[in-house]
Nanobody
Framework: QVQLQESGPGLVKPSQTLSLTCTVS??????????WSWIRQPPGKGLEFIAY???????YYSPSLKSRTSISRDTSKNQFTLQLSSVTPEDTAVYYC????????????WGQGTQVTVSS
């Protein structure tokens, strides 16, 4: 059973960089053909894709967030990390790490989500 667990600060000040890590257990992040994603949900809004890093290390970013986003991985720890720079209160959301199965393009495993609030 694959499990994903987000970790990171719950409160970030405006203009700072948000950094979240997802620790994966029960499966390797280098296994074909999975893509390890970050998705967020602002209060009262729908889910928003942020970025993914694939089994080979390839990356893809949401065009609307690309200029502020970086995704990376540590295969020795089976973790992947999101960095979102120059945050504003509009970045307040529940952030989820999610596995995307690349054959059927299903988001099949989700972390429990972590609340991040941007406020001074």
């Amino acid at each position: 059973q694959v499990q994903l667990q987000e970790s990171g600060p719950g409160l970030v000040k405006p203009s700072q960089t948000l950094s979240l890590t997802c620790t994966v257990s029960g499966g390797s992040i280098t296994t074909n053909y999975y893509y390890w994603s970050w998705i967020r949900q602002p209060p009262g809004k729908g889910l928003e894709f942020i970025a993914y890093i694939g089994y080979s290390g390839s990356t893809y970013y949401s065009p609307s967030l690309k200029s502020r986003t970086s995704i990376s991985r540590d295969t020795s720890k089976n973790q992947f990390t999101l960095q979102l720079s120059s945050v504003t209160p509009e970045d307040t959301a529940v952030y989820y790490c999610v596995r995307l199965e690349g054959m059927e393009y299903n988001y099949d495993y989700w972390g429990q989500g972590t609340q991040v609030t941007v406020s001074s």
